[in-house]
Nanobody, 122 residues
Framework: VQLQACGGGLVQAGGSLRLSCAASGRLYSSHVIGWFRQAPGKEREFEAAIRWNSNNFKYYADSVKGRFTISRDGAKNMVYLQMDSLKPEDTAVYYC???????????????WGRGTLVTVSS
């Protein structure tokens, strides 16, 4: 399995960005794609997750509920993270990862893509 995240950049506070995660390889309906972020000097933290074969199951960290939206396009093997009302504290490297269960624990995700940097200016 390979994952590739992109879409990061510099945005002003209050702005929006959409991150994309392209997935390839052996993907099963039971798989879950998660988005995580890691700010300098901080641990990697969970943002959102979605089941690979369904838009009906979505799971968000409390800190991003109402601001971030995860979605998927099965035809394109893509998962997206729409980030609205961005804050300077959202500045981090964002990663997508694949796991077998919907959990916020990064150690439960086996495959990781390279991160994409999001910088939110005040």
């Amino acid at each position: 399995v390979q994952l590739q995240a992109c879409g990061g950049g510099l945005v002003q506070a209050g702005g929006s960005l959409r991150l994309s995660c392209a997935a390839s390889g052996r993907l099963y309906s039971s798989h879950v794609i998660g988005w995580f972020r890691q700010a300098p000097g901080k641990e990697r933290e969970f943002e959102a997750a979605i089941r690979w074969n369904s838009n009906n199951f979505k799971y968000y960290a409390d800190s991003v509920k109402g601001r971030f939206t995860i979605s998927r396009d099965g035809a394109k093997n893509m998962v997206y993270l729409q980030m609205d009302s961005l804050k300077p504290e959202d500045t981090a490297v964002y990663y997508c990862a694949l796991g077998s269960s919907a959990t916020s624990r990064p150690q439960e995700y086996r495959y990781w893509g390279r991160g994409t940097l999001v910088t939110v200016s005040s």
